[in-house]
Nanobody, 123 residues
Framework: VQLQASGGGLVQAGGSLRLSCAAS????????IGWFRQAPGKEREWVSC????????YYADSVKGRFTISRDNAKNTVYLQMNSLKPEDTAVYHC?????????????????WGRGTLVTVSS
């Protein structure tokens, strides 16, 4: 089981980025997938997640309305579209996967983690 996040970079405030979380060794459709971020000197923060199967989505209040999580089963990839970026969105973003048995992807302990991708938003 491997996860790889990509798509980070440097963007000006108000700009957009799309992060990708590609999986190998398992099908993302059967797992909860979460995005987390950790800014320098701060604790890791949950950002968003998508349920397995039907794919209900959830967002932290800090990103609601600006970020969108989605899944492409054909590419076995989960995306995080980030719009209206702010300097406080600057962080290393990680994706994570868990096979359950919870009914929702929020407030769970994720088992599999990928290497992160750095997002830097300049003011």
């Amino acid at each position: 089981v491997q996860l790889q996040a990509s798509g980070g970079g440097l963007v000006q405030a108000g700009g957009s980025l799309r992060l990708s979380c590609a999986a190998s060794g398992f099908l993302l459709d059967y797992f909860f997938i979460g995005w987390f971020r950790q800014a320098p000197g701060k604790e890791r923060e949950w950002v968003s997640c998508i349920n397995s199967g039907a794919g209900s989505t959830y967002y932290a209040d800090s990103v609601k309305g600006r970020f969108t999580i989605s899944r492409d089963n054909a590419k076995n990839t989960v995306y995080l579209q980030m719009n209206s970026l702010k300097p406080e969105d600057t962080a290393v973003y990680h994706c994570a996967a868990d096979g359950g048995p919870s009914s929702r992807c929020i407030n769970i302990s994720y088992e599999y983690w990928g290497r992160g991708t750095l997002v830097t938003v300049s003011s």
